[in-house]
């Protein structure tokens, strides 16, 4: 339900969306003119032209010159979603899959391709400007300008606001929860390392981010891959049996709208997700990077949050939203704290001093929220846009996740399209993705690919779409 | 010899240095007016002025109010050398001090304690305004101001900065050689993680830096610490037997100005050093931290000069002489280039762009050679007057090292007494130092002492060593 705390445009907007939804507006009907809306619903022409260009912006209207809005597309006839996957046998660390993700991220600073590939949002998006007046704030102001050693666990204004954005959780956290880390691989990286030994096995979902995989093989760990659903997350029940028959030690997860399925984990299995990790006392690393880029009209809560036995590691960055180049990461690492502290010492002595000042001081005043807000808005209308795009071009049997947050779909196409021969045919047209081998280490997820959304739409990604499209057809 | 090419005040100055040195001119002795000394040496008075308050700096002089200058220290006179330790029956893992180390660095940002502990320069004498104007430079002229990442191998004009470092060498390098890192200790992660598996055996100095200890604990590795002289370095005679004998896959060794014996390799055993790691194919990871702050007329080479086979790792930074906050490391890994940049891209993805972008900038303008050439100055007239001052009031049986670059003093007491007691003595007057005890895994060197002489000479300072000297007198 719409709260009445929303905008008036944003009410008529839903209903509208809803009717299209529900077929009682159909594809290519037109819409009652401006003039009309405004009549019938007894708001402002203001008003009305703004609940079109929001539903316009969302790529489920458009306007043809001299005609009037036409209803182009609806969301319930897209792509079906991709299944849960098969669970594995056993966990493995022999197979590597470290070449291939070598390959495919060499591109990766290239500019003149068009980079579907990295789950990461273009600078023209980030609040470069705001970042920029807060070094110079912090040079100024800070004694001597972020060039000495910060204290161990990090600078005290960045700790306290981070602290400040769990507000809204069940419990209080502080400052002193917070251990400060160069970018959130950086905290995952410390968080595995205090909590597993070498040899030892952890839980990861599946198909899972490449990045946590490759870690893990680094950190000489098993890995075993848990059945997920592109919709509710982790298959709760086989964990818990699988943790006693594996010897699991630790579980990694990203909870909020995961990478790559795309999938947020219910507040209740969250909940039911802490009583486990409690009941067996391992370790759960929470990676929550994607939490903030919520679709929906509230954040999504993290394991964190249900935490009362100190079990929980949660794990974020400012990477996605702010700043990827300031490396600004952190960890709530519960009881794991002195451990992660500890390590942080040996591999790292401090943090970037002024990055991580300038940071505190963004989040102190730098109307985060609002940038956040507007954030969401454009990656959600990109989301759709790109769905709907990957439906036209690719063929019909191509499967789409419809995810309520983050920047990545994951599509699945018919068994026998190998991804990573379709990722070295669309570099030939200098476009990158990931292919779904990248996201397990068993030989699976060949016919997957994962296709990041950061990008503002535009007539580029529209053709680069197209080509992969083609691309995909020619392979039929 | 002194060159033509220096400054006549110098050449007034050595020669005197050479005459108290030699005993021609005795400890409080008065030496000639200034006047006399102009005279004597047909120089100007401003020049003989100079010189004697060169050697005032040095602290081998003193003048005494409407009386003139005195001879008041003579270096020949110092403490003795402390001897090479005797070999280790074998390598260790199971011993910790990390215990040890985090109470002693638990006060590290604790602004009150006279820290002697911490081997890094006070913020005040390093380039913070050059330095923030080379971040503001970055952010304006920089496209999006370093807020996106960088290349997997670093910011490439720091790295054609670092590769032009080494224009003095026998090899030419290029920026191609170089992976960034953040901070030194990050550079020594990276490496020993590419060159190592869990359970290898690792050579280091002995006694050896306490953050490389607890790195190769945190690795899973075993070490073999091996003897080493303080003035020519670690024992090659016993490395070439020890590698094979032990298995060593990897030595950790800091060649020049070594923390802590302040020991500098001679060029020699460097080439040395180099055929014995080429002739059993392992790696030899070289912390050339302190190599920039040498005392002598000319920087010592690195092995890495001598390394034609790709064995030898590089690692250095800016932490100890530009911006320890800003995190600005750096390896030129050698043939194991593909496994590092493999390790950084699972760890941390990008470096601070912002910083790392600044600092390439004031390699590239801001006079470092400039910046270098003051600051050696300065911690060389520390280091004689930080030693003199231990002779005064530390008792006659203390040896003491006579490091030719860096920043620590290396304290030998008589057998009974313990260091890491006296460190906590010495707490409760607010002063810090490191117990020898950090210095290896074995059980040794309890009776030393690390003074880092980084702070300038202050009452402060001065009250500060007399203070350790009186609470080890009542321990004696």
Redesign the interface.
Known sequence: MIKTADHLYLQVADKIEQMIEKDVMKMGEKLPSVRMLSKQQGISLTTAFQAYYHLEGKGLIESRPKSGYYICRNIRRMAPMPGTCAPVRKPVSDVTV?DM??EV?SH??NDNILKFSVA?LP??V?P?AK??KA??HT?RDQ??????????QGNELLRNQIARLSLGWGEVYTADDVVTT??C??AL?LCL?ATT??GDTIALESPSYY?AL??AE?L?LKVLEVPTNPITGVDLDYLDKAIPRHKIKACLFVTNFNNPLGCCMPDKHKQELVKIVEKYDIALIEDDIYGDLYFGKQRPLTCKTFDTQGNVLLCNSLSKSV?????VGWTMPGKYKEKV???K???????????HAAAGHFLEIGRYDFHLRNLRKMLHTQSLRYAQAICEYFPESARVTRPQGGCVLWVELEDHINTFELFQQTLKHKIAFCPGRLFSLQNRYNNCLRISYGNPWSKQVDDGLKTIGKLIHKMQ
Not at 143 to 152: A, K, N, Q, S, V
Not at 346 to 355: E, G, M
């Open positions: 470290s993700v070598m991220f990766i600073t990461t600078v023209s980030l470069a970042m920029a070094v110079i040079m004694g001597p300008g972020g060039i000495g050693y910060e204290p161990l160069h970018g691989m950086d990286t390392t030994q070498p990045g490759q870690l680094g000489g700043a990827p180049g300031y490396r502290l500890r390590l010492h040996h591999h790292a002595i401090s943090c970037t001093s002024l990055t």
